[in-house]
């Protein structure tokens, strides 16, 4: 069924399902070896007790030809950055204008949406490390009258950074348009200033996903919550902070928030296709990112993402007690109650046939980004792709696997656990799907 004959009800909901700032949610269905059983222990040693260890080393050729193959999928550019070590792999397929055919560069600046929450939950988690934020003190100790009183109270700051507070998204109130499957109001706001206090104005009157505490519902809402805690308790810009104390920290070049709508330094045009609903689809590359502010305004570049995951879970911006509070997990499940991740403080983890793996993904209008890191960061992939929401809608709209979402599965998992690993996956391919899905499902 065409985009234009599904009900306009089914589609729209299941529209505004997919916008939130984290854009892409990779769940592998990868079947082990049909003689592998699975093993007793932590992941990554079951994965090493079946045989599914990660191989060493990089085969840059297999990684260039399937970073190739997602853009002759549809994706129009992508780049990636990949680590083993000391080992290091940078490639880039495709363009970053489809309008001049410029092609797209292995370090060019972009748009990595809610990977910022990493590095917002890592400035809360050291402010937790000083004595000032207690992780189970309500949010209402440091931000009194923010939030309605039955919230305020019940709502802790561990709730904020893993997503089981209940407040629900602000994205459908900051780009009212949406509701109808119109990109109108993404057009009208490109240069609109939003004030934090405004999205979370917009979050509280968003339907509540939940009790407090009852379960994980994914919500840009507590990421700029978090944001305004982290001003109240330093004295200082959330963002301001962010930037001293985390980006700096990591020894990051090209990572920062943006003081303009123009991303700095070379990067790649933003390409929205809305599920169909803009055809073709339109550059968003030039954008006031306020709407995101401390849940997805970051820009940055595939290496430094590699670097900030690998100083993060190497203990060098955080101390060992805030490490492990940070990767203290929730689970997320599916409409059939499989768990399909585990959900931390800014951080979530994915158990790959290789092992375990920790990080996040982002996605603005017309940016995805996927960042991911074994346990020490020695095998890293992040990659970032110019064309966002390419899937059809089924007949109950709900976005279908695409052959883009094939062919980058196939990228990621010979990134992260080796060339052969393409063959173990068997017949069923990873799928990326919106993050939101997964809410839109239970």
Known sequence: MTLARLPHRARRGRVIAGLGLSATLVTWAVAPPASAEPAPGPPAQAAREAGLDREAGLDREALGRSLAAMHEAGMYGTYSAVRDGGARWLGAAGVADVRTRRPVQPRMIHRVGSVTKTFTAVAVLQQAGRGRVELDAPVARYLPGLLPDDLGQRVTVRMLLNHTSGIGDYVAGAFPSLVQASPQSLDDHRFRRIAPL???RYGLE???TGEPGQGWSYSNTNYVIAGLLLEKVTGTGA???ITRHVIRRAGLRDTSFPRTPVVP????KAYEALYGYIDPPRDYSVYDMSWAGTAGALVSTMEDLNRFYRELLGGRLLAPAQLAQMRTTVPVTDAQGNTVMHYGLGIYAQDLPCGRFWGHDGGVFGMGTISMSDEDGRRQLSLG????KYQQLDASGYPQPHAIDHAMGDH????????SAAVARGSR???LLPTQQVLVKR
């Open 429 to 431: 391919p990873p799928v």
């Open 239 to 241: 963002e301001e902070y």
């Open 198 to 200: 405004e999205l979370v």
């Open 265 to 268: 330094g070379p990067h790649s």
């Open 412 to 419: 990621l998992l010979r990134a992260l656990c080796g060339p």
């Open 385 to 388: 792709f110019n064309l966002m």
């Open 206 to 208: 968003a339907p509540r």
